[in-house]
């Protein structure tokens, strides 16, 4: 069955300092990656989303994630952190039936802290 | 451009009461929908997901039923709450097929007492 595992329950970074959160995927043909931001009490944003093609994917406020099918990982980096950034981020996976109407599969979620 | 809400925002209810949590989209038609429950500290499972009116396939064995009477309403219910019935509940939808992407409303946090 598929699964996502994100190793650090909780991470403090300093603001301007770089970021990158750990996803760790189980997953046998190519998944369809997924990271999502959720500020206290609110809903989940889609920050970015991998299909296919480039390994590089570009998401909205300046996050970026790398898929590596190698370590099955779909790691979200960000350059320079800002205060606005601490929220709770979630991995997910697409399960095998995703492309008719299927679930997405959730890590556990890292919460962000940012010092100043 | 669609959009998806959900209702009421915060609920405090007894235990043993019923729950009606209301969950609307806007702007697209036949989507796939989903209820997710998020505990405290805990990531999100899935609860019910619906691919059409009527057609409504569950997860988890619970005390929660889920329905969908309309193309875009999604309603979850219960007859008696428990108090592990406490959490937060967000409600989703994805326009499915290739390149799907699921999107989140602003969630309902229930606190049975």
């Known amino acids: 069955a598929q699964s996502v595992t994100q190793p650090d329950i909780h991470i403090t970074v300093s603001e301007g300092a770089s970021l990158e959160l750990r996803c760790n995927y189980s997953?046998?043909?190519?998944?369809?990656l997924f990271w999502y931001v959720q500020s206290p009490g609110q809903g989940l944003q889609l920050l970015l989303k991998?299909?296919?093609?480039?390994?590089l994917v570009q998401g909205i406020k300046g996050f970026e994630a790398e898929f590596k099918r190698s370590q099955s990982s779909f790691n979200l980096r960000k350059p320079s952190v800002h205060w606005s950034d601490a929220a709770e981020y979630f991995c997910?996976?697409?399960?095998?039936?995703?492309?008719?109407?299927?679930?997405?599969?959730f890590g556990q979620g890292t919460e962000l802290s940012v010092k100043p | 451009s669609q959009t998806i809400h959900q209702w009421p925002a915060t609920l405090v209810q007894p235990v043993g009461s019923p729950l009606s949590l209301e969950c609307t989209v806007e702007?697209?038609?036949?989507?796939?929908l989903y209820w997710y429950r998020q505990a405290a500290g805990r990531g999100l499972q899935l609860l019910f997901y619906s691919v059409g009116i009527g057609q409504i396939s569950s997860e988890v064995p619970q005390n929660l039923s889920a329905s969908r009477p309309q193309d875009r309403q999604f309603i979850l219910s219960s007859k008696k709450l428990l108090l592990s019935d406490s959490g937060f509940y967000l409600c989703a939808w994805g326009a499915g097929g290739s390149g799907n992407t699921i999107y989140f409303g602003e969630g309902s946090w229930l606190t049975v007492v």
């Open positions: 997910a996976v697409g399960d095998r039936f995703y492309n008719q109407g299927g679930k997405l599969i």
């Open positions: 997953y046998g043909a190519t998944p369809y």
């Open positions: 702007g697209t038609s036949n989507p796939n």
């Open positions: 991998y299909f296919s093609g480039d390994t």
